[in-house]
C-alpha cells in the first residue's frame, strides 16, 4: 500500500512539473520572448506539455511575431519536436496557422515535417482558408486582402501534397457563427418567461430564407444574415428590441462600458477578428473579468459559444472588431 502511495505521489509531482515547465514556454511563446524560449529549448531533454486552458507549446507559437517564429521553429526542430501534436479539441499548429491566415508562418513550418492532410473534426488544414472568406452578414465588409492570403496558402499547401479544397457548408451546429449568436440570445430571453409561456425555439427554425440575403462567390452559394431583419425575428418570439451596430475600434470600448453602467437589459454578441488563432468567431458576451469600475482593452471575456474548436482562446477586449448591442425592451 505505500509503495503505491509513493508511486501516486511521484505520478502527480511529475505531472505538476511538466504542466509548469509547458507553461514557461507557453508564457514566453505569448510574451514573444524568443531569447527566453531559445534558452528554455536549448536547456530542455522533451519538450511537451499544455496549461490550464488545454493550449499546448506546438500551438502557443502562434503568439510569435514571423520573425521570431521562424526562430523558434529553427531550434525546435533540433529537439525533434512534433509539430503535428495537436490540443485535446484536435487542434493543430498548422490548421490555427491557415485559419488565421499567417502566409509567412505557414511558408515557415512547412520547411519542417508536418502533416499537411491531418484533419481537424472531418476539416483539412486547406480548407480552413474558407472561414476567412465568408460573410456572416450583409453589412460585413469583407477585406480583399484575406482573399489573397487564402489564395496564397492554399498554392503552398498544395504544392506540399495536400488533397483539393473543396467547400465545405457552414453548419448551424458549427458554433461561433452569426445565427448561432442570435438563437443563443433569444433563447437565453425566452428562458426568463414562466414555462407556461415560453415558445418552443432551436436553431433550426431561425434558418428560415427571409432572414438570409443569397449571392454566389465563385461559383458557391453563399447565404449572410441580413442584419435588418433581426428584429423581426426575435419579434416572432414576442421580444421588442433595439440593435445597434459598432465597428469603430475606437468606440467599442466606450460601448461596452456604457452598457456595463446602463441598468437596461443588454445582451451582446460579438466578432473577434483581432485574436491571433480565432479571428473568425461570432460569439456571446458572457462576463467581463473586471473588478474595477472602468473596462481596459486587456480585460479578459468569456464567451457563451465559441467555435467548439476553439473554446480554449482566452479572449481580450482589444481582440474585438465588431459588437452588436441588443437592448431588450419587452418579452
Known sequence: MKKVKKTLVLFIICWIAAS???????????ANDIDRFELLVKKSRKIEGSDSTGINVQLSLVYFSDENFERACEVLT????????????????????????????????????????????????????????????????????????????????????SVKNEYITTSLFWFGNFLFCNYYIIDGINRFRPKSKQHLIAPQFLNLPEYFFHFYVEGRDVAAMECDKLPQMYAKYGIEAEFERCNDKSQILQKLQETKDSPDMYFVFLSTS??????????????????????????????????????????????????????????
Not at 515535417?113 to 484533419?119: E, H, P
Not at 471575456?301 to 474548436?309: G, I, L
Request: charged share 25%; glycine share 2%.
Open 20 to 30: 509548469m515547465f509547458a507553461n514557461d514556454f507557453i508564457d514566453a511563446a505569448k
Open 78 to 161: 533540433k529537439k525533434n519536436f512534433d509539430f503535428n501534436k495537436h490540443i485535446d479539441s484536435g487542434v493543430t499548429l498548422l490548421y490555427a496557422l491557415v485559419y488565421s491566415l499567417s502566409v509567412n508562418k505557414v511558408q515557415t513550418l512547412l520547411k519542417y515535417r508536418v502533416d499537411v492532410n491531418k484533419k481537424v473534426n472531418d476539416i483539412y488544414p486547406i480548407q480552413a482558408t474558407q472561414f476567412s472568406t465568408y460573410m456572416f452578414h450583409t453589412k460585413q465588409k469583407l477585406n480583399l486582402a484575406d482573399f489573397e492570403k487564402a489564395a496564397e496558402i492554399e498554392k503552398m499547401l498544395l504544392e506540399h501534397g
Open 274 to 331: 483581432y485574436n491571433p488563432i480565432a479571428p473568425y468567431q461570432w460569439v456571446v458576451l458572457g462576463s467581463i473579468k473586471n473588478t474595477g469600475d472602468r473596462l481596459s482593452e486587456t480585460d479578459v471575456f468569456t464567451c457563451q459559444n465559441p467555435e467548439t474548436h476553439f473554446t480554449f482562446v482566452e479572449f481580450q477586449i482589444k481582440d474585438i472588431s465588431e459588437i452588436i448591442l441588443v437592448k431588450v425592451l419587452s418579452f
